[in-house]
């Protein structure tokens, strides 16, 4: 049963540049959601991907943007890198057809800004 | 108010204790409650999940949801050092549909042999 995989494992940009993370969820599942750990805290929702639309975002500036593909995989693309972007982004994979909405994160992407 | 928050730890505890963590929410119409474990330097890992008020057991875990008080916590029993880890308090509220988590700032456990 594959789980939820992101890719790359750690990346370094600098300020001003422009990152793509990515994610494929695990088997089954059809509904990607992304966040943002930043050290010593707990993930912060930045937006949740179904049927390939935005359905929900959190408190994240535009500059955060995602896309879904018809393989449910996704896309998670910032622009204008800050340094306060430097942080573990996290996928998360759910089915919608389970209203309990059980979330399993993949292994996270280190971005750090320079 | 945070929307979630959690003893802030660490908390340490003897091998073979019983560990309590505890998490509190804002809001009342929450209807889904995780428990995610994060060891150091990795993603989080789901542990239990509970969304009706009393216990909810799954082999040394304990999941307890009360939702009058707005208070949900995770009973480790037996703990063992390889329990250390950051716990992570989740909550959802899928009434107006999605599916998004709103975390606490989890407490660190550290089981002491």
């Known amino acids: 049963d594959a789980g939820v995989t992101q890719s790359p494992t750690h990346l370094i940009k600098t300020r001003g540049q422009q990152v793509t993370l990515r994610c494929s969820p695990k088997?089954?599942?059809?509904?990607v959601s992304w966040y943002q750990q930043a050290l010593g805290q707990g993930p912060q929702f930045i937006f949740q991907y179904y049927e390939e639309e935005e359905r929900q975002r959190g408190n994240f500036p535009d500059r955060f943007s995602g896309h879904q593909f018809p393989n449910y995989s996704s896309e998670l693309n910032v622009n204008a890198l800050l340094l306060g972007d430097s942080a573990l982004y996290l996928c998360?994979?759910?089915?919608?057809?389970?209203?309990?909405?059980?979330?399993?994160f993949g292994p996270g992407t280190r971005l750090t800004v320079t | 108010q945070k929307e979630v928050e959690q003893n802030s730890g660490p908390l340490s505890v003897p091998e073979g204790a019983i560990a309590s963590l505890n998490c509190t929410y804002s809001d009342r119409v929450s209807q889904s409650f995780f428990w995610y474990r994060q060891y150091s330097g990795k993603s989080p890992e789901l542990i239990m999940s509970?969304?009706?008020?009393g216990d909810k057991e799954d082999g040394r875990f304990t999941a307890q949801l009360n939702k009058a008080s707005q208070y949900v916590s995770l009973l480790i029993r037996d703990s063992q050092p390889s329990d250390s880890a950051t716990y992570l308090c989740a909550v959802n509220s899928f009434y107006n549909q999605g599916g998004k988590l709103i975390f606490g700032q989890g407490t660190e456990l550290s089981v002491k042999p």
């Open positions: 998360a994979s759910s089915l919608e057809s389970r209203s309990a909405y059980e979330q399993y």
């Open positions: 509970i969304y009706s008020n």
């Open positions: 088997s089954g599942h059809d509904t």
